[in-house]
């Protein structure tokens, strides 16, 4: 079992940053792959980024490309998204996600394993 806890998330004003963590415990040697999604209120879960644990591979979803980078320590068990230029669309609940295959993948059933989830709200 995998264990993932978010932290960072808060409320910001449009334009600003904030960087999510995603602290990964437990059967970490299962994990080959972590990745970030978000829902906002009546939508579906959505890609944001995700990256590969034992290769340099990283995918940032078009809509927060240029704005979000995705990095890891595979030393730390950690995984970050920076956000910055925050826009109010990007509010959400972000999810830490982490998966047994080394590939990337930006569908929500490639990923074995969750956190709960950190707010983000950004305002106008």
């Known amino acids: 079992q995998v264990h993932l806890v978010e932290s960072g998330g808060g409320s910001v004003q449009a334009g600003g940053s904030l960087r999510l963590s995603c602290a990964a415990s437990?059967?970490?040697?299962?994990?080959?792959?972590m990745g970030w999604f978000r829902r906002a209120p009546g939508k579906e879960r959505q890609f944001v980024a995700a990256?590969?644990?034992?290769?340099?591979?990283?995918y940032v979803a078009d809509s927060v490309k240029g704005r979000f980078a995705i990095s890891r320590d595979t030393a730390k068990d950690t995984v970050w998204l920076q956000m910055n230029s925050l826009k109010p669309e990007d509010t959400a609940v972000y999810y830490c996600?982490?998966?047994?295959?080394?590939?990337?993948?930006?569908?929500?059933?490639?990923?074995?394993?969750w956190g709960q989830g950190t707010q983000v709200t950004v305002s106008s």
């Open positions: 996600a982490a998966g047994p295959d080394a590939r990337i993948f930006d569908r929500p059933a490639e990923y074995t394993w």
């Open positions: 437990g059967r970490t040697v299962s994990v080959a792959s």
């Open positions: 990256v590969s644990w034992h290769r340099s591979d990283a």
